[in-house]
């Protein structure tokens, strides 16, 4: 006799940790991405159909369309603590919850803020490059001599969690001076405890030694950097953008770095990516990685886990870990 499941029904979209696949497996009938390709919205929108929830990452677009093509589905839980890949205005009307994962990468993520601003101020792939060539021939007093980081003015633009995060690293650990501008200031308990002071953005671009970005893609944060606010950065300045791509222009950054406009850049994240505009790949001062910020094993299973943790509590309970948006 043939029976008819009553457990519902969720899909990962990309390949995930096993045991994460395992515990909802628990609870769901589970379909995954084992070749861990990206799907077109239309083979995402096929796959999901039947579907209540979904785990997506930031590769994967859930808008009107794909909404109004899965009108079953419940709950989308994002592998990631940014989530402009949801139009969540269009998740709200269509009812379903949208979840990402914030805290559980902040440290992990504000080290490699850190990482890379070191790597972009000390050079460092400019010069492995050089002696990989084959090109060290002698110690010079100002071989791949860079800028200071201890001691220098770190700039946060986005001073969410991660900024926070990165503030106390650089105040703390590098004896560094701390300015941030955020859409909104921090209290003074936070400010003191970072050490940070808040500023408007002219003077953070002017009065920064090592700007990092840190704040979300939106259409007001889209080219938040251009070719007017490199102008205004110190020509021996670095600029590092671990948050979206896109709040860089990076057409124009290219040009600063190619004329020296400012010194170096440090790139996790790119418009388009995972293209990268093909002049940043043939500039030597600018660092360039593959959107891997939270990428350790720990806080990869602890993002995953996270977004389960939200499928499972939301279509068990009916209340999510971390909602982004309120549904009826
Ligand atoms: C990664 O970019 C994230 O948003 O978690």
């Known amino acids: 006799m043939s029976s008819v499941s009553s457990r519902a029904s969720v899909l990962v979209s990309?390949?995930?940790?096993p045991e994460v696949v395992e515990?909802?497996?628990?609870?769901?009938?589970?379909?995954?991405?084992?070749?861990?390709?990206?799907?077109s919205p239309a083979e995402l929108a096929a796959r999901l159909q039947g579907k209540k929830g979904v785990?997506?990452?930031?590769?994967?677009?859930?808008?009107?369309?794909l909404l109004a093509a899965c009108p079953q589905l419940k709950i989308v839980a994002n592998i990631a603590v940014g989530y402009n890949n949801f139009d969540v205005p269009a998740m709200t009307a269509a009812g379903v919850l949208a979840t990402n994962t914030p805290d559980v990468l902040t440290e992990t993520t504000a080290d490699f803020g850190f990482a890379l601003l070191m790597a972009t101020a000390r050079r460092i792939s400019e010069s492995e490059h050089?002696?990989?060539?084959?090109q060290w021939n002698q110690w010079?007093?100002?071989?791949?001599?860079?800028?200071?980081?201890?001691?220098?003015?770190?700039?946060?633009?986005?001073?969410?969690?991660?900024?926070?995060?990165?503030?106390?690293?650089?105040?703390h650990g590098f004896g560094m001076k701390v300015i941030y501008h955020n859409r909104s200031r921090l209290d003074a308990a936070t400010e003191a405890?970072?050490?940070?002071?808040?500023?408007?953005?002219?003077?953070?671009?002017?009065?920064?030694d090592h700007l990092i970005l840190v704040l979300p893609y939106s259409a007001e944060s889209h080219h938040a950097i251009g070719a007017a606010e490199i102008a205004q950065m110190k020509p021996t300045a670095t600029l590092v953008n671990i948050a979206r791509g896109g709040i860089v222009d990076d057409a124009a950054l290219a040009v600063a770095l190619r004329e020296k406009r400012i010194a170096a850049a440090g790139l996790d994240?790119?418009?388009?990516?995972?293209?990268?505009?093909?002049?940043?790949?043939?500039?030597?001062?600018?660092?360039?990685?593959?959107?891997?910020?939270?990428?350790?094993?720990?806080?990869?299973?602890?993002?995953?886990?996270?977004?389960?943790?939200n499928v499972i509590a939301f279509l068990t309970t009916g209340r999510a870990v971390t909602p982004i948006n309120t549904v009826a």
């Open 130 to 134: 050089f002696l990989r060539a084959g």
């Open 140 to 171: 010079r007093l100002d071989l791949f001599a860079g800028a200071e980081v201890h001691g220098s003015t770190l700039g946060i633009l986005g001073m969410g969690r991660i900024g926070q995060a990165i503030a106390r690293r650089g105040a």
């Open 23 to 39: 515990r909802l497996r628990e609870h769901f009938d589970v379909q995954t991405n084992d070749e861990d390709a990206v799907w």
């Open 269 to 309: 994240v790119y418009e388009g990516e995972p293209k990268v505009h093909p002049d940043l790949l043939t500039v030597p001062n600018v660092v360039l990685t593959p959107h891997i910020a939270s990428a350790t094993i720990a806080t990869r299973k602890a993002m995953a886990n996270l977004a389960a943790d």
């Open 193 to 208: 405890e970072c050490k940070a002071r808040y500023v408007d953005k002219a003077e953070l671009l002017s009065s920064a």
């Open 14 to 17: 990309r390949s995930v940790f």
């Open 55 to 65: 785990l997506t990452t930031g590769s994967e677009r859930v808008d009107a369309a």
